[in-house]
T-cell receptor, first 116, second 111 residues
Framework: EAGVTQFPSHSVIEKGQTVTLRCDPI?????LYWYRRVMGKEIKFLLH????????ESGMPNNRFLAERTGGTYSTLKVQPAELEDSGVYFC??????????????FGPGTRLTVL | AQTVTQSQPEMSVQEAETVTLSCTYD???????LFWYKQPPSRQMILVIR??????QNATENRFSVNFQKAAKSFSLKISDSQLGDAAMYFC????????FGKGTRLHILP
C-alpha cells in the first residue's frame, strides 16, 4: 500500500512568488491534514479536510494560504504571495474516517519550502 | 490552551543502552490521546506508540514503552536496547480535538 506522498520535496522561491504544494493521501483515507514546522519550533496544525470539506482551518496563518481538496482525493496548498516567514517544512497526513484526530495519522515526507 | 513540552532538544545514547525521552503536556481535558512519532533523517514521520488517557496501563511496542503519569501530565518514552536505526527526531504529540506537537528531541545513537 502506497503511503502519503508529497510533491515537491524541496522548493526554493523568491519572496512574492507563488508556490503550490501537493499531497496525495493514502487511498481511501477521508481525513487529510496539513501541518507546518518552522525551524526549531513545534509542528503546527494548519487545517483538516474530511473528504473535500474543510473541517477545521483554524491554523491557517493568513489569507495568503489557500488549501483545496477537490474530489476528496489529493490536496494542494498554495502560498501566494510567499513571504520569508513562510519558510519551513510542510507536512501532510491522512487517516481513515473513524474518529478523526484521535486516529493514527500517517505522515508524508514533507515539502521543505525556502523563501528567499 | 493545550501545550506539549519536550525539554531535551538533543540526546545521545550508546548502542544497546536504554534511553528515556521526556514529554510533559498541559490540558484541562480528561479524554485525550498521546503519541510518540519518530522521523528518521530524510524520511517520513511514523507512529512509534500511542496511549489513551483513560487507560492506566502504560503502552508498550517491542523495545518502546511509555511512562504515562496522568496526574503529573507526563508522557516519557523509553527505548530499550537502542539500535542505530533508532536515530531520529522524536516528537511527542497530544490530541484532543486537534493534534499538538512538541518541538522534538533529536536522538543520536553512538556505536
Amino acid at each position: 500500500e502506497a503511503g502519503v506522498t508529497q510533491f515537491p520535496s524541496h522548493s526554493v522561491i523568491e519572496k512574492g512568488q507563488t508556490v503550490t504544494l501537493r499531497c496525495d493521501p493514502i487511498s481511501g483515507h477521508d481525513n487529510l491534514y496539513w501541518y507546518r514546522r518552522v525551524m526549531g519550533k513545534e509542528i503546527k496544525f494548519l487545517l483538516h479536510f474530511v473528504k473535500e470539506s474543510k473541517q477545521d482551518e483554524s491554523g491557517m496563518p493568513n489569507n495568503r494560504f489557500l488549501a483545496e481538496r477537490t474530489g476528496g482525493t489529493y490536496s494542494t496548498l498554495k502560498v501566494q504571495p510567499a513571504e520569508l516567514e513562510d519558510s519551513g517544512v510542510y507536512f501532510c497526513a491522512s487517516s481513515p474516517f473513524t474518529s478523526s484526530s484521535t486516529d493514527t495519522q500517517y505522515f508524508g515526507p514533507g515539502t521543505r519550502l525556502t523563501v528567499l | 490552551a493545550q501545550t506539549v513540552t519536550q525539554s531535551q532538544p538533543e540526546m545521545s545514547v550508546q548502542e544497546a543502552e536504554t534511553v528515556t525521552l521526556s514529554c510533559t503536556y498541559d490540558t484541562s481535558e480528561s479524554d485525550y490521546y498521546l503519541f510518540w512519532y519518530k522521523q528518521p533523517p530524510s524520511r517520513q514521520m511514523i507512529l512509534v506508540i500511542r496511549q489513551e488517557a483513560y487507560k492506566q496501563q502504560n503502552a508498550t511496542e517491542n523495545r518502546f514503552s511509555v511512562n504515562f503519569q496522568k496526574a503529573a501530565k507526563s508522557f516519557s518514552l523509553k527505548i530499550s536496547d537502542s539500535q542505530l536505526g533508532d536515530a531520529a527526531m522524536y516528537f511527542c504529540a497530544y490530541t484532543g480535538d486537534k493534534i499538538i506537537f512538541g518541538k522534538g528531541t533529536r536522538l543520536h545513537i553512538l556505536p
